[in-house]
Structure formats: structure tokens, C-alpha cells
């Protein structure tokens, strides 16, 4: 088996064939004992390679989303993986300005009201608080 | 309703490389589980892999500008990716330790063990136990399906000798798994 039947072997394999050498490639292996059984061999591991399951990132209590399979080829076992570290810099920023613009919109929308509705607007609580009567009872009575 | 066209991976790197935040985000989403597969089980160790994931993106922010060709630009994060990688085995010289482990392990013999889960445990074993330079070109090609120029890019060498190296890869784990095949051709 020479190097050149090796390397179309490998290729093929690697589905980097054109249509001649397809065709140079079983032609041989028609012929060869020894280079059928290397092909076997090849897609046999071929095979057990593939047949390896993915490995699984370490889920992260942070930030987890989850694999959109379609875009990562066979994705086993809902693979899951954070992007912490560059989304939660950005996110950090965001939630207090988004809170401290919320605070300021209600704020503003309360002081207009107050400007509308001077008096109608208020709501007055009072407190009515009962004490009891309290005798104070002192110990360094005469 | 006509659903928007996916963005292709040239357009994708061009949006990086412009700065466009979601671009950013939409390419790690494509990639981030490439590139965790590949650290995963170049370094054998998922943990270490994540770290090297995330570092990968963070040179990548930076140093965006100094990429010229979008087309160029998977082929870079994995290059990136696979330095960091090297650094750390270097680092904790552990791939040294992996691969005395390994190669222990896979050489108790066929015994009984001839199932198809054990026999891709025993091909991980066997990935596992390759040298550096020729598991990265296996991973690459078969899980990555990276072209012959691609793995070249990445592994800073020429298409001759990713070519060789998957030959001789792919040779030795054949000549080891043999034992374990044996019945099954």
C-alpha cells in the first residue's frame, strides 16, 4: 500500500475527495486486501470517536443559558454554559441606572401631581392614639 | 411571518470586529460550545476549559482590532483558545500526568469489555492519551469539521503536516484500539 492510497484513505475520511479520486479510491480498494481493511479500520474509529459524548460545562449558579442546539452541531445532554464574565459587567451597570431611572420617573410624576392637585391629591392620616393611664408610681416616696 | 435570515459567519465577524455588542453576544452563543468541546477535552478537564472559554472571548474584545479578515476570525478564537490552553498544560504540567494515566489505563487489555459504551469510553481513553499535537488535530477535524487550512491556521503549522499528523494520529489510536475491535470488523 503506497503513500498516495494512504493519503486519498485519510482524505476520503475526511470527505475531501473529489469525484476522480472517489473513483481512484475504490477502484484499489476493489483489488487491495490490506487497504479494505484499513478502511474498515479507519471508519470504525471514525465512528467511536464520534459516538464520545460531549463533555458538559460545570453549570454556573451566576449566569446560565441555555446551548441553542441549532447552532452548535449535536449538542448532548442540554449543555449549558455562562457568560458571565462579559455579560454581567454590563448588566451590573445596567440594573442600578435602570432602577435609579424609575425612581426619578415616579418621583417626578408624584411632584407633578402635587403642582396639579394641591389639595385634592392629599390624603391625610391621623394618628389617634389611645394611652391608657399610666400611674407612675415612684419608689423614693417619701 | 418571514423569518429573519441568520447572519452568516462572515457577516457575523465583520459586526465584531465593527464593535456591535450584539454581535458579540450572537458569536459567542455560535461558538462558546465549540470552543468549551475543544478546551474540554484538550485539557481533560471541563472547569479549567470554561475558564479558557471565557478568557478566549476576553482577548478577543481586546485585541479585535487586530484582526484584518473576518473570514479569518474562527479560526483565530480557536488559535487563542488552544495557546491558552497550552499555557495552562505547560503551566500545570499536567498533560504529562494525563497522559502516564491514561496510557496506564488503556493497556489492562480487552477483558470482556466489548459493549459500545465501553468502547467509546475506552476511544476517549485513547483520545485522552494521545500527544498534544495530534489529539488537537483529531479534535478539531472530527468534532470541530474543520478544513485541512482552518486546522493549519490554528495550530500554526502547514496543511502537509496537519495532514500527517491526522495519519499518524489517527494510525496509532487504530493500532491501539485494535485489541478492542477485534471481532466487531
Known amino acids: ?142 | 411571518m418571514m423569518q429573519p435570515t441568520p447572519m452568516t459567519d462572515q457577516q457575523l465577524a465583520q459586526n465584531v470586529i465593527a464593535g456591535d455588542p450584539r454581535a458579540v453576544t450572537l458569536f459567542y452563543e455560535r461558538y462558546r460550545y465549540g470552543l468549551f468541546r475543544f478546551c474540554s477535552r484538550l485539557l481533560s478537564d471541563p472547569v479549567m476549559a470554561e475558564d479558557v472559554v471565557h478568557d478566549t472571548f476576553v482577548i478577543l474584545m481586546t485585541k479585535k482590532d487586530q484582526l484584518r479578515d473576518p473570514s479569518v476570525l474562527r479560526s483565530w478564537i480557536f488559535t487563542i483558545a488552544r495557546n491558552e490552553c497550552i499555557t495552562l498544560l505547560r503551566k500545570n504540567k499536567k498533560f504529562k500526568a494525563i497522559a502516564e494515566h491514561e496510557e496506564e489505563s488503556v493497556f489492562e487489555g480487552p477483558s470482556e469489555r466489548t459493549e459500545s459504551d465501553e468502547r467509546s469510553k475506552i476511544a476517549e481513553k485513547l483520545l485522552n492519551a494521545l500527544l498534544p499535537q495530534y489529539k488537537e488535530v483529531i479534535l478539531l477535524k472530527e468534532y470541530e469539521g474543520m478544513s485541512y487550512e482552518e486546522i493549519a491556521a490554528v495550530t500554526e503549522t502547514t496543511v502537509s503536516s496537519v495532514k500527517s499528523r491526522l495519519f499518524k494520529a489517527r494510525r496509532s489510536m487504530m493500532k491501539l484500539m485494535e485489541p478492542y475491535t477485534k471481532g466487531i470488523l
Open chain 1, 1 to 142: 500500500m503506497n503513500d498516495h492510497y494512504n493519503d486519498l484513505l485519510q482524505r476520503c475520511l475526511d470527505e475531501d475527495l473529489n469525484d476522480v479520486e472517489m473513483k481512484q479510491l475504490f477502484t484499489r480498494l476493489s483489488s487491495d486486501e490490506q487497504l479494505r481493511k484499513e478502511f474498515r479500520s479507519l471508519t470504525a474509529l471514525k465512528n467511536e470517536l464520534r459516538r464520545i459524548p460531549d463533555p458538559i460545562p460545570p453549570i454556573n449558579s451566576q449566569t446560565i443559558s441555555r446551548m441553542n442546539s441549532s447552532d452548535h452541531g449535536s449538542i448532548r445532554n442540554g449543555g449549558r454554559i455562562s457568560f458571565n464574565r462579559l455579560i454581567t459587567s454590563k448588566t451590573a451597570v445596567r440594573i442600578p441606572v435602570l432602577a435609579a431611572l424609575l425612581l426619578a420617573v415616579g418621583l417626578a410624576g408624584y411632584g407633578a401631581m402635587m403642582l396639579m392637585f394641591p389639595n385634592q391629591s392629599r390624603t391625610e392620616y391621623v394618628y389617634v392614639v389611645e394611652m391608657p393611664p399610666v400611674i407612675i408610681q415612684s419608689s423614693y416616696s417619701n
